[in-house]
């Protein structure tokens, strides 16, 4: 695109776009954004999807959960069920929505934030996934194990609390 070139095509409603974020930085998604953290058990151990961003993208190379910009109008639930649909070829009728929550922002009332959506598969076992092309690779990962992985920054740094999260909802 040279500077005489009209801008991309938005399309009406996204919420696709940097935003001002946390600690002024510079973070996707012009409503604030949100991703699923999908539990199933895979070989008896409590286990959570997980994607490999690709190498375009932001913080390419890193684990993280699917997720992304919040559309118009639209809660951070459907934000997020959206997005692994998207990105993981998901069903939302095999998803059970069991918390949601703010792990990052608000840096101001009515600023941009992340929601973390934790959910669990309907019939507990883990699901058949399709990546897209924001994927190098999906992969349902030991809860106990994640932390071992090279993380997206934000979860990183949000994922002791959404684990603590997790835990209490599972006893």
């Given at each position: 695109?040279?500077?005489?070139?009209?801008?991309?095509?938005?399309?009406?409603?996204?919420g696709?776009?940097?935003?001002?974020?946390?600690?002024?930085?510079?973070?996707?998604?012009?409503?604030?954004?949100?991703?699923?953290f999908?539990?199933?058990?895979v070989?008896?151990?409590?286990?959570?999807?997980?994607?490999?961003?690709?190498?375009w993208?932001?913080?390419?190379?890193?684990?993280?959960?699917?997720?992304g910009?919040r559309?118009?109008g639209?809660?951070?639930?459907?934000?997020?069920?959206?997005?692994?649909?998207?990105?993981?070829?998901?069903?939302?009728t095999?998803?059970?929505?069991?918390?949601?929550?703010?792990?990052?922002?608000?840096?101001?009332?009515?600023g941009?934030?992340?929601?973390?959506?934790?959910?669990?598969?309907?019939?507990?076992?883990a699901?058949?996934?399709?990546?897209?092309?924001?994927?190098?690779?999906?992969?349902?990962?030991?809860?106990?194990?994640?932390?071992?992985?090279?993380?997206?920054?934000?979860?990183?740094?949000?994922?002791?609390?959404?684990?603590?999260?997790?835990?209490?909802?599972?006893?």
């Open positions: 695109m040279n500077a005489s070139s009209p801008p991309p095509a938005r399309i009406p409603g996204s696709d776009g940097w935003a001002a974020g946390p600690g002024g930085r510079r973070v996707w998604g012009l409503h604030g954004a949100a991703g699923l999908l539990l199933a058990r070989d008896g151990a409590l286990s959570v999807l997980l994607q490999l961003r690709a190498g993208t932001n913080q390419g190379g890193t684990w993280g959960i699917p997720g910009a559309d118009t639209e809660t951070a639930v459907e934000a997020a069920v959206r997005e692994a649909s998207e990105e993981c070829g998901l069903n939302a095999d998803i059970e929505v069991l918390w949601s929550g703010v792990t990052s922002g608000p840096v101001e009332p009515g941009w934030t992340y929601t973390t959506v934790i959910a669990r598969t309907r019939s507990g076992e699901l058949a996934t399709h990546a897209n092309e924001e994927s190098e690779e999906l992969r349902w990962v030991p809860l106990d194990d994640v932390h071992k992985l090279k993380l997206l920054g934000a979860f990183g740094e949000s994922l002791p609390a959404i684990i603590e999260r997790v835990r209490s909802l599972h006893g």
